[in-house]
């Protein structure tokens, strides 16, 4: 049954959207409780699936799923997985952007609205992963404009988990853990609700980690199965694999109701002139070993939130399980070990991000002005500056200092002073990133600014204060300031459109309007490149780090060294990289017995490349 039409006079129409891997849902206030939209036929969920077919008509939903098999290289799902990248993506013998997909399925949620709706601009509240990065959520807010959205906020999907619960219990004191296990995603984060006011303590995640590795790992489990007993692998067949990732995903749901699934398919290809045929059985705990090595990662991070929040276990009050994948019964199971208690499950599992998204709408557009309900949220990831650390061989560029560290609540102001690292330099380049690497180049960058007109003096004389501003829309300030002159130049980074250039988001929009229309071939050309999001000024001559006033010296950094290396030892014990650590330790030894400063240099950088390539260091 449709909504009926709401009083314009009484709501201003803005509506909160879940863009899942797997699953898609929008839905607003009504009556003071967040509702679901629903299609005509009833349906609450769109599966996130887009498929053009040969007459360029755009099939998005269940059709589109059903399609994945019959012409797989014209459908695509779990693009969410794709939020962010450049690279385009060929369908159905066209290139698009990751967001210009996602634009499709946004573009059939907003079909649901007109029986609720009579007017054009709609507002939206659309969620993304916690642990997205600033690329990501560009992507997702470019997309929802593209759909004909007026996108108003980007908001973490634990924290529109948490507003969906907390609506109805804004009065009491409590310490929620939210697990947000979805389709391509996992997200958690610890919660404090009091007397109205929702803060996020900590978020962590991982944002490739979900249901569809469990999929694809039954995949390999099944192309197995084929392997043995016909000699012949169905993954190298477009078609046949398709077939597989349509029998896991029902695999999956089967065994999350009872111990055993068949696995079956009549004729799942042909290869050399006959059929090739799958029929097997697997049982819940065969599937759980599978995935078990995921869950472990997804208790990692629980205990890592759970720390950062300063919190134990037994302080959590309420634990919400969010995501599509959280019905795995193994889930509920550790879920109740961990903590002592069952989680809840009045929300939806797969509807609570959506209501939680309609909540903050709500909240925004005064639907709920009496609900006497407040949100915060914490920045996901440190951003910060590169610079350079003196070290007794010199500077050493490369490095990664926070201004504002995860975790922090936002909106926030946070200032931190350095200092120029060349006699006379006149000139600083400000390279802004986002990460949690102690390795500038290992975390994602957000823009450059140029800071010129410094006085010339020594190297360490002239300071110069970056302040870093972060507000609940995702837009970054950065601004560097010469204390002596007050001369301060900014940059801002911001989740809106500012990065791509007008001709390409207007490529873009025709793209998809083609498709929408259908009344027009489309033309086979690439999509327009990324613009940067400012202009940098253009004079001549590179600028120089900025460096932490603080100074380490040759000692500090051979002992952090040989401490990680003896680390690396204890932890993975009697291995084939045991012999390769005792001589990296014994060449820093022997550099240092005979005092041969270049000898230790290049030990130093040859264990300092062997931690690195081991993933050991955390920089």
Known sequence: MLNETLDPASFRPIVGIDLGTTNSAVAYIHEGQPQVICAENGQTL???????????????????????IAMPDRAMAAIKRLMGQDEPIPLADQRFLPEEISALILKELRGRLKPVFDEENIEAVITVPAYFNDAQRRATKQAGELAGFVVERIINEPTAAALAYGLDHSETHKNILVYDLGGGTFDVSVVTLDGGVLEVRASNGNRRLGGEDFDWRLVDWMAEQVISQEKVDPRDDLRARAILKDLAEKVKWTLSEGDQAPVESPVLMVHDGRPVMLDTRIGRQQFVDMIQPWLDETFTLVEDVLRQAELAADDIDDILLVGGSTRIPRVREMTADYFGRDAHTEVDPDLAVALGAAVQAGLKSGALSRAGLVATDVAPFSMGIATARPTWRGLVPGYFTPIIHRNTAI???????????????????????????????????????????????????????????????????????????????SLVVQDGLERRSAEALEQSRA????????????????????????????????????????????????????????????????????????ALIDGISRALAVDDREKLQAALDKATNFLLEADVLDF
Request: charged share 30%; hydrophobic share 35%.
């Open 511 to 582: 793209r998809l309007e083609a498709l929408w229309s259908a009344d027009q071939p489309l033309e086979d050309d690439e999509p327009a490149a990324v613009a940067d999001v400012i202009d940098v000024d253009a004079e001549d001559g590179p600028g120089a780090s900025v460096i932490v006033e603080e100074v380490g010296d040759a000692d500090s950094e051979v002992e952090a060294v040989l401490a990680d290396l003896e680390a690396m030892m204890t932890k993975h014990g009697r291995t084939k990289q045991h012999k390769a650590i005792e």
């Open 411 to 489: 909106p926030c102001t946070r200032t931190e002073t350095f200092t120029t690292v060349q006699d006379g330099q006149e000139a600083i380049e400000v390279e802004v990133f986002q990460g949690e690497d102690e390795s500038v180049h290992r975390n994602y960058p957000l823009g450059t600014f140029r800071l010129t007109g410094i006085p010339r003096a020594p190297a360490g004389l002239e300071k110069i204060e970056v302040t870093f501003r972060y507000n609940l829309n995702g837009i970054l300030e950065a601004t560097g300031r010469i204390t002596s002159t007050r001369f301060t130049k």
């Open 46 to 68: 769109l599966p996130s699936v887009v498929l053009i077919d040969p007459d360029n008509q755009v099939i998005v939903g269940q059709d589109a799923r059903d399609g994945l």
